[in-house]
């Protein structure tokens, strides 16, 4: 029970990250956010992979996707069905105290990470939709950990407890891996990874 408990805790408080990212490759597309330009190495800089279209749609999605885990948090707490999970009623308690800038930063944090990694892919000669394992899996976690551990640094540490990170590093490839997977068979992206 306890295992269901904190796997279901982590996914709660990670959900406006997890939309966020597949969200920029479902609405992506159109001028890259580095306009194209390469870095002085003479590679791009971030790659056409990386548009402000996927980066605005993709935060969005992830706000809208906090407001209401914000909404019905307090519903959901109320209702006394989660008596016998201490986890989750806790991590409830992360969006129903938290504010829309917490989810904001966790949803745009996210979409920055991915572009950090993807910075640091050409800088590797990796070439767009190159896999790089760990990292493709990884980069949006922890985007959406550092926007929130500088801008909302009480509300991370108090809900982004040790088991509950430990859980998220471990299932979110197992996650990512099956979203991508599916996106790939519905033809929203181009790599299974
Ligand atoms: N996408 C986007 N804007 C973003 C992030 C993603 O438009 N800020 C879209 C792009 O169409 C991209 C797709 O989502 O191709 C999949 O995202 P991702 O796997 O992160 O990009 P890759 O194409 O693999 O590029 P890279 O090698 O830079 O990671
Ligand atoms: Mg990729």
New binding site residues.
């Given amino acids: 029970m306890t295992f269901i408990d904190v796997i279901a805790a982590s996914v709660w408080l990670m959900l406006p990250a997890y939309v966020a990212n597949p969200m ?2 479902v609405f ?2 159109g001028m890259p ?1 580095d306009l194209g330009r390469n870095f002085r190495d003479g590679r791009r800089i ?6 402000f ?3 605005i749609a ?1 935060t969005v999605c992830g706000l809208v996707t906090g407001i209401v885990q914000i909404g019905v948090a307090p519903l959901i707490a109320g209702s006394g069905v989660l008596a016998g999970w201490p986890f989750f009623r806790s991590a409830l308690d992360a969006y129903s105290s938290g504010t829309v800038l917490v989810v904001g930063l966790m949803a745009l944090g996210a ?1 920055l990470g ?2 950090a ?2 910075f640091i ?2 800088r590797l000669d ?5 896999m ?1 394992p760990v990292a ?1 899996q990884l980069d949006f976690v922890l985007g959406a950990w550092v926007l929130t551990f500088i801008f909302a640094s009480v509300w991370f540490k108090t809900y982004f407890t040790f088991w509950i990170l430990v859980t998220v590093l471990v299932v979110t490839p197992l996650l990512h891996l099956m979203t991508n997977v599916f996106g790939f068979l519905i033809k929203v ?3 299974p990874w």
Avoid: I, N, V
């Fill in positions: 920029a490759a992506g597309g956010m971030l790659g056409d992979g990386k548009t279209r996927g980066l993709g979409l991915d572009s990694e993807s892919k050409r990796l070439k767009r939709g190159a790089f493709d992206k181009k790599e």
